[in-house]
């Protein structure tokens, strides 16, 4: 069974940085493409990053310039490098591995506010 364990969510300014981290177990992890969603209330659940096994990423325009996903394999990680971060950025980040219909996280809540 996959498991993943996001961290790195808090209480940030505008225009500050944040950086979160997910922690994978239980499967291959260097064959998963992985991603990050995020999920403010009364919304649908929408991708903000994305990097395939390879490598290659994918941000929507929302976040692009801004979001950087990256991973490490030999520890099992993706990271979320979030700068320039703006109110409508405040929502819960929730971890995936292997699409829509893979496996989630818990999630972790991050707040953009003065």
């Known amino acids: 069974q996959v498991q993943l364990v996001e961290s790195g969510g808090g209480l940030v300014q505008p225009g500050g940085s944040l950086r979160l981290s997910c922690a994978v177990s239980?499967?291959?992890?260097?064959?998963?493409?992985m991603g990050w969603y995020r999920q403010a209330p009364g919304t649908q659940r929408e991708l903000v990053a994305r990097?395939?096994?390879?490598?290659?990423?994918f941000y929507p325009d929302s976040v692009k310039g801004r979001f950087t996903i990256s991973r490490d394999n030999a520890k099992n990680t993706v990271y979320l490098q979030m700068n320039s971060l703006k109110p409508e950025d405040t929502a819960v980040y929730y971890c995936?591995?292997?699409?829509?219909?893979?496996?989630w996280g818990q999630g972790t809540q991050v707040t953009v506010s003065t």
């Open positions: 239980g499967s291959i992890f260097s064959g998963y493409v």
């Open positions: 995936n591995a292997g699409g829509q219909n893979g496996d």
């Open positions: 990097i395939t096994s390879g490598g290659s990423t």
